[in-house]
């Protein structure tokens, strides 16, 4: 599942169309948002990515082994700012039980984008 949030917990952008077990650069790679990401009318903006992602001009990547004071900075600032999606998740958690985790898998599969989109409909209730 690909979820997208912006710093207010917002979410733009859900995609589910791939089970748990694919790869996030994969999903990125397959969907419409890396698409509009590399147009011409690309968003004035960027997302953030792990470790494991390609470094795009559009997608960050924290440094693996930070060397300089400015490496380390950018570092720290992004694992803090990827946070956001954390709580983005614990809030939909908190908000839609069926979310938790039973026996190592979602309860309800099914309820995902629902629940997602139902979070970006009511997000200004939940902050």
Known sequence: MEVVC?????????CTNYPGS?????ILQQSSLSDLFQSANRPNSVLLGDSADQLLPWLLTPVLY???PA???YTDAHGGTKNVIERT???LK??????DRSGGALQYSSVQCAASRLHAASS???Q
């Open 6 to 14: 912006d710093s207010s917990l917002i979410i733009p952008h859900v």
């Open 22 to 26: 694919c790869h996030d650069a994969y």
């Open 66 to 68: 930070p060397t300089t």
């Open 71 to 73: 490496k380390l900075w």
């Open 89 to 91: 998740f614990g809030l």
């Open 94 to 99: 908190m908000c839609f039980r069926c979310l």
């Open 124 to 126: 200004t209730m939940l």
